[in-house]
């Protein structure tokens, strides 16, 4: 679903699968970055599909999101709060309280002035550096976005990516990220299906 001109809260909730493009008319005369163009709660509830929104959204991005990748230019407050899986890329600021509660999937957030760390509830989640596999992910991701959307944002970022990719930080889950590199190394031995399980649950008992 494509949507030239702007939308009010819950877009893309509860999404299943699909994609969901939100745009400016292309006669608009504002800058997409610097403005309001969805509400509040975008991809509440999302368990797969995607979302890019050329612009700002309002609070409450990505609460819940357990599986679908999300890409917008701006938040408000309470960005990725109880997320549980998926990916969300903010291309701009965010609000306060950022990850709240976030317990699975990844956030990258650009961090242009280098504040963004004082706007996370660091209680459940850590800010880490972006590693080549992480930086090329994203890379495909804005891509995509600039592709879907014409975002004037993304294609600058996209333009000097060497440079862009070192403002963003990746938001990582403690336990989430326990359990990642409990599979990476089950796989490296050689483990089957039941005694990797058993590895995770070790690993979630502490």
Same mark, same amino acid.
């Given at each position: 679903? %494509? ?19 939100? #745009?400016p008319d292309e006669r608009a005369t504002f800058a997409p970055e610097d403005n309001v163009i969805a509400g509040n ?36 407050? !309470? ?39 004082? +706007?996370v509830n660091g209680e459940m989640v850590d800010l880490v550096e972006l590693t080549k596999v992480d930086a090329e ?6 891509? #995509? !976005? ?9 294609? #600058? ?11 963003? %930080?990746?938001?990582?889950? +403690?336990?989430?990220? +326990? ?28």
């Amino acid at each position: 679903m %494509r949507l030239i001109g702007d939308t009010n809260d819950y877009l893309g909730k509860g999404l299943s699968g699909g994609r969901l493009i939100v #745009r400016p008319d292309e006669r608009a005369t504002f800058a997409p970055e610097d403005n309001v163009i969805a509400g509040n709660v975008v991809g509440y509830g999302a368990t797969s599909g995607e979302i890019f929104v050329n612009g700002i959204v309002g609070e409450r991005f990505c609460v819940r999101n357990s599986g679908a990748t999300v890409v917008v230019e701006g938040v408000g407050d !309470h960005g990725c709060e109880y997320m549980t899986g998926g990916v969300a890329v903010v291309l701009g600021a965010t609000g306060r309280n950022f990850a709240a509660g976030m317990s699975g999937g990844v956030a990258f957030v650009c961090d242009v002035d280098g504040t963004f760390a004082s +706007r996370v509830n660091g209680e459940m989640v850590d800010l880490v550096e972006l590693t080549k596999v992480d930086a090329e992910l994203l890379r495909g991701i804005v891509e #995509r !976005h600039a592709l879907e959307t014409s975002s004037p944002l993304a294609t #600058r970022l996209l333009a000097s990516w060497s440079e862009s990719s070192a403002t963003f %930080r990746k938001v990582m889950p +403690r336990d989430y990220a +326990r359990v990642l590199a409990v599979l990476d190394k089950a796989k490296a031995e050689g483990l089957d299906e039941e005694a990797t399980a058993n590895r995770v649950m070790e690993s979630v008992r502490g």
